[in-house]
């Protein structure tokens, strides 16, 4: 294999124990299989869902692309910008998306790490990705922060 080239295939879970969609629409458990390919900074994963998409009817097939980097800036920090598309097939109003990530992390040292993460979508479907207490947008920008330990 050529120096900084690297890939990754698997197989993703999403359980929700104990949840009641299937009753209403789909089963909200999904399983996804995923390609991805790394050479130097830079890694392109495709994720597409074997079954129904979290708990959406006839949406088996929905797909996620993305493309993310990381780059060393120096003095423990790094940056990794990361944009992705989201498809979800038959869904009235639609569910597609693009979302975006650029994160700052710090190595503490010690096994430490601190990050700041502005991340959001363009998810415009009010309707789709409400929440049931207050009905808002769940797909809007935010800012994250972490503190994470390595050990």
Not at 31 to 39: I, P, Q, S
Not at 115 to 121: E, K, M, R, V
Request: charged share 15%; hydrophobic share 35%.
């Amino acid at each position: 294999m050529a120096k900084d080239l690297g890939f990754d295939l698997g197989v993703i879970a999403y359980l929700y124990p104990s949840n009641t969609a299937a009753a209403k629409t789909a089963d909200a458990n999904t399983n996804e299989v995923y390609a991805a390919l790394t050479y130097g900074p830079v890694t392109a994963k495709y994720s597409r869902s074997l079954g129904n998409f979290v708990a959406n009817a006839n949406s088996a097939g929905s797909q996620y692309l993305e493309v993310a980097a990381s780059f060393d800036v120096g003095n423990g920090f790094s940056i990794t910008p990361r944009l992705g598309r989201q498809t979800i097939p038959n869904q009235t109003p639609t569910g597609d998306y693009t979302d975006y990530a650029l994160t700052v992390n710090k190595d503490l040292g010690n096994g430490l790490s601190a990050s700041l993460t502005l991340l959001g979508t363009d998810a415009k479907s009010d309707s789709f990705y409400a929440d049931k207490v207050g009905n808002s947008n769940l797909g809007k920008s935010g800012l994250l922060v972490g503190l994470k330990y390595s050990f």
